[in-house]
């Protein structure tokens, strides 16, 4: 059966869980604590040198890291994915600005904003600013879109959408306020209602 080694208050981590359960594919969870360094030890490095999670470790040992990638990798074949070659690309190109302008802004914000300690915050305190604009250009880019078109992958829901949900849909703990965005809480609300939908506190 794959492992999933696995963060529960990670978005990236919660894109994998969510696929999963949608496509119905049985992970085992390995869990792992946002401050115990067991991703830093020699055996988690042996299967990540880049010592981050989410890792898909498969039944014959190899794994694969990058939480875009596993995605792709699990919905492959799926109707999670694309079926032809111009809805591939466009999953990809929002798979790829959500690693590129989003993730970088909306979730790093609210991990600082709302799991690292206070004092930890302080040495942060002035990137904030820079946070908050950058994620709220890229809620603005995903807002336009939305304006036009329901989902992200192609013209059905997908794999592009999920790795968007993940950081999207909880960034107001990371003091970006989604209200602003009507086509974005609209769409939030499409994917929350996809069958199989799981919550990112639920774990399996």
């Known amino acids: 059966m794959l492992v999933l080694h696995n963060m529960l208050i990670s978005g990236n981590c919660y894109k994998?869980?969510?696929?999963?359960?949608?496509?119905?594919?049985?992970?085992?969870?390995?869990?792992?604590?946002?401050?115990?360094?067991?991703?830093?030890?020699?055996?988690?490095?042996?299967?990540?040198?880049?010592?981050?999670?989410?890792?898909?470790?498969?039944?014959?040992?190899?794994?694969?890291?990058?939480?875009?990638?596993?995605?792709?990798?699990?919905?492959?074949?799926?109707?999670?994915?694309?079926?032809?070659?111009?809805?591939?690309?466009?999953?990809?190109?929002?798979?790829?600005?959500?690693?590129?302008?989003?993730?970088?802004?909306?979730?790093?914000?609210?991990?600082?904003?709302?799991?690292?300690?206070?004092e930890a915050l302080e040495e942060k305190r002035a990137l904030v600013p820079e946070w908050h604009a950058r994620g709220n250009a890229a809620l603005g880019v995903m807002e336009s879109h939305l304006q036009r078109n329901n989902w992200f992958s192609g013209g059905a829901y997908g794999v592009a959408d999920i790795a968007l949900y993940g950081y999207t849909h909880c960034a107001e703990e990371g003091g970006f306020k989604l209200a602003r965005y009507e086509a974005v809480s609209a769409w939030l609300k499409r994917v929350s209602a996809q069958l199989n939908h799981i919550p990112l506190s639920e774990s399996w």
Request: include cysteine.
């Open 16 to 118: 994998v869980r969510l696929a999963a359960r949608q496509l119905q594919i049985p992970l085992v969870l390995k869990e792992y604590s946002l401050h115990g360094g067991k991703t830093r030890e020699p055996d988690f490095l042996g299967k990540n040198p880049n010592g981050r999670v989410p890792l898909l470790e498969l039944d014959d040992g190899r794994c694969l890291a990058e939480s875009d990638a596993i995605l792709w990798y699990l919905a492959e074949g799926s109707t999670l994915a694309p079926g032809d070659r111009w809805g591939r690309a466009q999953a990809l190109q929002w798979m790829f600005f959500e690693q590129y302008s989003h993730e970088p802004y909306i979730a790093v914000a609210r991990r600082w904003l709302a799991y690292e300690p206070k």
